[in-house]
């Protein structure tokens, strides 16, 4: 299984972006999928999650401004950030829960600035 993450870039503070990540290969049942965000020195932390049964989490830094979706076939994630804030500026990586095994991809530059 390969994750392809994509839709990071500059972004003024106020502004959006939409996160992309599509996952390839021999994909089973995926039990959950998420993103995640890390800043140099600082732990990768929980930015979005979403269970197979419909259940969403958020990041409290977030909740109101980020909303993360699937598409129909459960193989691509989606984040879209709107209001974002210079804090928000981080590498941005996606996660899926295949068959209770983790995949990652390969994490995608989001910066917030003027």
């Known amino acids: 299984v390969q994750l392809q993450a994509s839709g990071g870039g500059l972004v003024q503070p106020g502004g959006s972006l939409r996160l992309s990540c599509a996952a390839s290969g021999n994909i089973g049942k995926v039990n959950a999928m998420g993103w995640y965000r890390q800043v140099p020195e600082k732990q990768r932390e929980l930015v979005a999650h979403?269970?197979?049964?419909?259940?969403?989490n958020y990041a409290d830094s977030v909740k109101g401004r980020f909303t993360i979706s699937t598409n129909n076939f459960k193989n691509s994630v989606f984040l879209q950030m709107d209001s974002l804030k210079p804090e928000d500026t981080a590498v941005y990586y996606c996660?899926?829960?295949?068959?209770?095994?983790?995949?990652w991809g390969q994490g995608t530059q989001v910066t917030v600035s003027s």
């Open positions: 979403s269970i197979s049964g419909g259940a969403k």
């Open positions: 996660y899926f829960n295949i068959l209770d095994m983790g995949y």
